[in-house]
């Protein structure tokens, strides 16, 4: 259950941000704190080193792609798990991605969003941002078993 406050202030993120400038900032910031991520992304090409993360258009791509498929979720945010079933499946069944790993991204995007809003990213305004991230994450948990 979403507090107005909760809603107001996840959908006022997504409608200030860049989804290309964001998403590209924090899925290669992942794959760099991260190093471990990268083994899901050989087909990716050169990501030898944050430089070459940082300056691979297909990881530009694919963050522009997470947070496409979060706006999504920001636009039903009372049926998230359904909206996420199909893609839990798809990380669960042919990706196999380790689950633990979606909230490694997440915090990856908690850290740019934060620098993007500076001072409106109040302690209130992460408590609502952080259990939007737990919502999404246990939806795409979904279907793991
Ligand atoms: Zn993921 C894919 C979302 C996280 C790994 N993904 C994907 C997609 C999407 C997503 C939408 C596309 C699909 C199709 O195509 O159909 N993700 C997502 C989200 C999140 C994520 C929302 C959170 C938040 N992922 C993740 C992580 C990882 C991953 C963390 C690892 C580490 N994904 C992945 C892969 C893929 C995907 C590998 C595939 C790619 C390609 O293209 O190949």
Redesign the pocket.
């Given at each position: 259950v979403w507090t107005d406050f909760e809603r107001t202030t996840i959908q006022d993120i997504f409608s200030k941000i860049d989804y290309a400038v964001v998403g590209q900032a924090a899925f290669s910031r992942?794959l760099i704190v991260y190093p471990w991520?990268q083994r899901?992304?050989g087909?990716?090409g050169n990501l030898y080193n944050a430089a070459a993360i940082t300056s691979n258009p297909r990881v530009a791509s694919?963050g522009k792609?997470?947070m496409?498929?979060?706006e999504k979720?920001v636009k039903d945010m009372n049926n998230i798990k359904a909206t996420?079933a199909e893609?839990s499946a798809?990380?669960s069944e042919k990706?196999q991605?380790?689950p633990d790993?979606?909230m490694?991204?997440?915090h990856c995007?908690t850290i740019v969003v934060a620098s993007q809003l500076g001072k409106a990213f109040t302690p209130e305004v992460h408590a609502a941002f952080q259990k939007f991230?737990a919502v999404?994450?246990s939806s795409?948990r979904k279907q793991y078993y």
């Open positions: 992942c991520t899901y992304f087909g990716f694919h792609v997470i496409e498929a979060l979720a996420y893609l798809l990380h990706l991605v380790d790993n979606f490694l991204l997440g995007l991230l999404v994450v795409l």
